[in-house]
């Protein structure tokens, strides 16, 4: 977890939910940044684009938080390098 | 026992431009609003011109968040009811919302969304798309989004029905009001067809003018595509008088017909039928009526088959009557052109003034009827008509008395 890829992440958020750069820390919970069900699946669509990964369906569902969000690119990240820059094209 | 159906606010957006007051002062001139396209790159187009909502900036009317959701159909479709609602100056209730029913048209939906993210796949190569996709191309975005903002919590839905489906829209609600099954509906349609990829496809079918839009003239060259969004308040009479609403007019009767024929070619007899079933449910005489908006696309056999439908269904009257295709300045906005129009024709009666068929150059012999050449006419008129006829052979007319 890099303060860049923190970085990446806040802003990313930020820009989907219109929302000032510094509203969106690792400690914010989704719920509390007014993020409903389907802004969260176009946040899960921005971050799958700047990281050029693909966020599986089923690890969804736990994702309510930037710091959850964090840890799931992270496990996605380092756990399937190949697959995800196979999935980036 | 039936209500009457009057209509209390109304709310446009179109080329000719944000509301209602500007669109009406823009037909009285008969002014066009068919100017250059400038949302698309027209190069590599046959043809160039369009009726598009100039100036239009959907920064003035949503926040950025709310934007991303919306795409620019949905976005005429609210900007319209919003006009109308305050318009009609409806205080609401919970009880009113759960008896107001939403009906659009749209025939082409958020095509331009779905235009963009799909080059993301076939262009771009990418493996996926904005998963607010479906939720900006569905054809009932409107509707949906007028109901989340009002809070009408009745019936909702939308008709896609091509170039007639905000008549079929107008004609549901009209219908529901008039039975009683709700107490107010907001009817209209909205349509935002300029994308590379539909103009294109427009361009296929070879019915589009490089120039601009003639009804009824011989040297018209087809049909100049428009945009916008048009809704109106459809209110119990009684119920409107009582609350002493502004009453612009009322809808008398609605009929609708099917060709069985062929996708383009028009019929005679199709439309002529939905013109008679229109005049029985308003129990009216042909003699009676005394404009018609017409369908008028300028396109080569819409005009003389329309023509000819009118005087298969008013008879003789048909060499009386005014006609007018208000398209030549509007455009044609396909599943909003029935909305846009039925506003034209309300505020026709209205104010005595029958806006004309601009762009008028010189008659067609097959189209030999009072078309209102260029000039709108100050005429008393009580009974009006406003023709929609689809594609695929789907005919909505709908009709119309003054408010004195």
């Known amino acids: ?89 | 026992m039936e209500r009457r159906v009057v209509v209390t606010g109304i709310g446009v957006v179109s080329a000719l431009g944000k509301n209602a007051h500007q669109f009406w002062e823009a037909l009285v001139k008969g002014e066009s609003g068919i100017r250059r396209i400038e949302q698309v790159d027209v190069t590599g187009l046959k043809f160039q011109n369009g009726a598009e909502a100039h100036n239009w900036e959907p920064q003035e009317h949503f926040e950025s968040k709310q934007l991303d959701f919306v795409d620019r159909f949905a976005q005429f479709a609210v900007v319209a009811a919003r006009e109308a609602v305050a318009d009609a100056g409806i205080q609401w209730t919970q009880s009113l919302r759960e008896q107001t029913a939403i009906v659009t048209g749209s025939c082409v939906g958020g095509k331009a969304t779905e235009d963009d993210s799909f080059q993301e796949l076939y262009l771009r190569k990418k493996t996926r798309v904005s998963p607010l996709t479906i939720m900006r191309t569905m054809e009932n975005a409107g509707a949906s989004h007028i109901s989340i903002e009002t809070g009408i919590t009745g019936p909702a839905f939308t008709l896609s029905t091509a170039c007639s489906s905000a008549n079929h829209a107008v004609g549901q609600a009209f219908r529901m009001v008039r039975s009683g099954d709700v107490e107010m509906a907001l009817a209209g349609g909205s349509e935002a067809p300029f994308n590379f990829g539909h103009l294109k496809a427009w361009e296929a079918m070879r019915v589009v003018a490089p120039d601009t839009c003639r009804p009824f003239c011989a040297d018209r060259l087809g049909m100049v595509l428009g945009e916008g969004g048009a809704m109106m308040v459809l209110e119990n009479r009684e119920a409107a008088l009582a609350r002493g609403a502004h009453i612009y007019g009322e809808i008398v009767g609605f009929g609708m017909s099917s060709d069985a024929h062929h996708l383009t070619q028009a019929s005679t007899e199709g439309p002529a039928r939905a013109i008679t079933a229109a005049l029985r449910d308003a129990s009216l005489q042909a003699e009676q009526i005394g404009y018609i908006n017409a369908h008028g696309t300028a396109t080569q056999v819409n005009d003389p088959a329309e023509v000819a439908a009118i005087r298969l269904a008013l008879g003789g009257h048909a060499e009386r009557v005014a006609v007018s295709s208000t398209k030549s300045m509007h455009g044609h906005a396909l599943g909003a052109a029935g909305a846009i129009e039925a506003i034209a024709t309300i505020l026709a009666l209205r104010n005595s003034i029958l806006p004309p068929t601009a762009n008028f150059t010189k008659p067609d012999p097959r189209c030999d009827i009072d078309v209102i050449p260029n000039t709108a006419r100050r005429a008393e008129v009580e009974y009006a008509l406003s023709n929609s006829f689809a594609f695929g052979g789907l005919n909505a007319v709908l009709a119309f008395r003054s408010p004195r």
């Open chain 1, 1 to 89: 977890m890099t303060e860049e890829m923190i970085g990446r992440v806040t802003s990313c958020v930020a820009k989907c939910q219109k929302l000032p750069p510094e509203k969106v820390t690792i400690d914010s919970k989704f719920e509390d940044l007014g993020i409903d069900s389907l802004d969260g699946v176009n946040i899960l669509y921005a971050l799958e684009t700047e990281f050029n990964v693909s966020i599986p369906d089923e690890g969804v569902l736990g994702i309510k938080s930037v710091k959850e969000a964090v840890e799931a690119l992270d496990k996605l990240i380092s756990a399937g390098g190949a697959n995800a820059t196979a999935q980036a094209k």
